[in-house]
């Protein structure tokens, strides 16, 4: 089995640029809204992070911490944003060790519990996460919001 490096977008802010162009490329959303959250996070105005696993400098799974994932709750608050990993890399844990690499850094800083919206059902229940009722988003259909204290 191949090691795999997990790290926090702060361990290696030479690579920023890359990884916002890889979330940007990963769900659409502009990587200049991604560049904003992690300068944000790099410049310590927040400590809503982004995490990333490398194979070698190949970015092969990430996701971030954002206030709001695009629904109308804004009291549920911070949100896990962008989980995702290259389909090559898949079915090796690699989300779930980021999940709990967030979940572990976000509660040392006593930031608890964090929310998530997504459409899955059974993969995040797997690391912890509860499913705690539907939200609104930009789809016309409710999602999934999930929650880990």
Same mark, same amino acid.
């Given at each position: 089995?191949?090691?795999?490096?997990? +790290? &926090?977008?702060?361990?290696?802010?030479?690579?920023?640029?890359k990884?916002?162009q890889?979330?940007h490329?990963?769900?659409g959303?502009?990587?200049?809204a991604?560049?904003?959250?992690?300068d944000?996070y790099?410049?310590?105005d &927040?400590?809503? %992070?982004?995490?990333l696993?490398?194979?070698g400098?190949? +970015? +092969?799974? %990430?996701l971030g911490?954002?206030?709001?994932?695009?629904h109308e709750?804004?009291?549920l608050?911070?949100?896990?944003c962008a989980?995702?990993t290259?389909?090559d890399?898949?079915?090796q844990?690699?989300? %779930?060790?980021l999940l709990?690499m967030?979940?572990e850094?976000m509660r040392? /800083?006593? +930031? &608890?519990?964090l929310?998530l919206v997504?459409d899955?059902i059974?993969?995040y229940?797997?690391?912890?996460? /509860?499913?705690?009722?539907?939200?609104q %988003?930009?789809?016309?259909?409710? &999602?999934r919001?999930y929650v880990?204290?």
């Amino acid at each position: 089995m191949r090691k795999y490096k997990y +790290i &926090t977008l702060r361990q290696r802010p030479e690579i920023k640029d890359k990884a916002a162009q890889w979330f940007h490329e990963k769900w659409g959303v502009p990587a200049e809204a991604y560049l904003e959250c992690m300068d944000s996070y790099l410049n310590g105005d &927040t400590e809503y %992070g982004w995490y990333l696993c490398l194979d070698g400098d190949k +970015i +092969i799974g %990430g996701l971030g911490v954002i206030e709001n994932d695009f629904h109308e709750r804004k009291d549920l608050s911070p949100n896990v944003c962008a989980v995702y990993t290259e389909d090559d890399y898949r079915k090796q844990g690699i989300a %779930g060790k980021l999940l709990d690499m967030v979940t572990e850094d976000m509660r040392s /800083k006593g +930031i &608890t519990p964090l929310y998530l919206v997504s459409d899955h059902i059974g993969f995040y229940e797997k690391y912890g996460w /509860k499913f705690l009722c539907m939200v609104q %988003g930009g789809d016309p259909e409710p &999602t999934r919001m999930y929650v880990h204290y």
